[in-house]
């Protein structure tokens, strides 16, 4: 399992067909993200870079900024929010907040791979406060 994988599976368990995304990378990592889930057959509206180089200051972002940076995307159009494309990038404690905000359903590369390990293991998807994938519908 790669959390590449499990972010393209929970997309297609949402039923996404277009998404937006927020990603910490430079812009042309963000853009080989972006080719990767489009050649899936999940086509990304709009996307916005962080341009964090460097990956232990990925890891210490504060997941409440996302409340305020996915306001920068245009969501018209999109079935689905990826609100971290990154596992390491923090984003967990946005996602609800979000959800709730925006009326679309809410995930990160974290939730996606969460779903697919719960799935694997023959458990229940069910996380709280996780967002829509993980809600155990």
């Known amino acids: 399992m790669t959390s590449a994988g499990a972010l393209v599976a929970g997309l297609k368990a949402l039923k996404a067909r277009k998404i ?3 990603a910490p990378y ?15 057959g999940i086509q990304v509206t709009d996307s916005i870079s962080l341009e964090v180089a460097d990956n232990l200051e ?3 972002l504060d997941p409440v900024g996302l409340t305020k ?9 999109a079935d689905v929010l990826v609100l971290s494309s990154c596992v390491q990038m923090p984003s967990l404690a946005a996602i609800p907040v979000v959800e709730k905000e925006c ?10 791979t969460t779903h ?4 694997r ?3 229940k998807t069910y996380v709280p406060n996780a967002g829509a994938l993980l809600s155990g519908r």
């Open 20 to 22: 937006a995304m927020v």
């Open 26 to 40: 430079l812009k042309p990592l963000t853009h080989l993200v972006i080719e990767y889930i489009e050649a899936e």
């Open 58 to 60: 990925v890891g210490r």
């Open 69 to 77: 940076i996915y306001r920068e995307l245009k969501l018209d159009g």
């Open 103 to 112: 009326g679309l359903p809410v995930v990160s590369a974290a939730v996606c």
């Open 116 to 119: 697919q390990m719960l799935q």
């Open 121 to 123: 293991l023959g458990l």
